[in-house]
């Protein structure tokens, strides 16, 4: 079964940093690589698919990189609102894993 | 507007049976696969099963294969969750979501419903 571990846990920033959160896949997922953010209380939200592709609505300062089993979510300029749980997730029809999030918090 | 309304959540003693339903609107229903994602509390999240846009493939994780079926009403437009045999372990908030077009995702999400397995 396919593992994605994502890292750090827990991230502490401040406004306007660059934050970067890796997730690893035990083994090669192609493109199929998903990023949420979650804040608590609600549904976890979709910012971007197929490792890079942006969402619609979603603002640009997210960024989704890589392939295979490397991946990576840049956001480019913290914001107030970007202080919430980000989860990875490797997809196909049949099944799909969620890495076990990274909670971003306020430094 | 493209809405998922979770309903059927409540405090069930284990090795009882609860039925959990997703109704959907603002899209064509009957074109999209659709799964059922859950959360225990405080925790992350855990993909539970799929099914297909015309019910007729359906996938579980295997912490609830035989325990739970997933079905779909394209009629009325209507998921639904048939938990048996519940334990514990499955307290949690269970979300459905929309497979976004093109495999790119889950795009929609219901607010969730909480399901407490407890004596």
């Known amino acids: 079964d396919i593992q994605m571990t994502q890292s750090p846990s827990t991230l502490s920033a401040s406004v306007g940093d660059r934050v970067t959160i890796t997730c690893r896949a035990s083994q090669s997922v192609t493109n199929w690589l998903a990023w949420y953010q979650q804040k608590p209380g609600k549904a976890p939200k979709l910012l971007i698919y197929k490792a890079s592709s942006l969402e619609s609505g979603v603002p640009s300062r997210f960024s989704g990189s890589g392939s295979g089993t490397e991946f990576t979510l840049t956001i480019s300029s913290l914001q107030p609102d970007d202080f919430a749980t980000y989860y990875c997730?490797?997809?196909?029809?049949?099944?799909?894993?969620f890495g076990q999030g990274t909670k971003v918090e306020i430094k | 507007q493209v809405q998922l309304v979770e309903s059927g959540g409540g405090v069930v003693q284990p090795g009882r049976s609860l039925r959990l339903s997703c109704a959907a609107s603002g899209f064509t229903f009957s074109s999209y696969a659709m799964h059922w994602v859950r959360q225990a509390p405080g925790k992350g999240l855990e993909w539970v099963a799929v099914?297909?846009?015309?019910?007729?493939?359906?996938y579980y994780a295997d912490s609830v294969k035989g325990r739970f079926t997933i079905s779909r009403e394209n009629s009325n437009n209507t998921l639904d969750l048939q938990m048996h045999s519940l334990r514990p372990d499955d307290t949690s908030v269970y979300y459905c979501?929309?497979?976004?077009?093109?495999?790119?995702?889950?795009?929609?999400w219901g607010q969730g419903t909480l399901v407490t397995v407890s004596s």
């Open positions: 979501a929309r497979r976004a077009p093109g495999a790119a995702g889950y795009d929609y």
């Open positions: 997730q490797q997809y196909n029809f049949y099944s799909s894993i």
């Open positions: 099914i297909s846009y015309d019910g007729t493939n359906k």
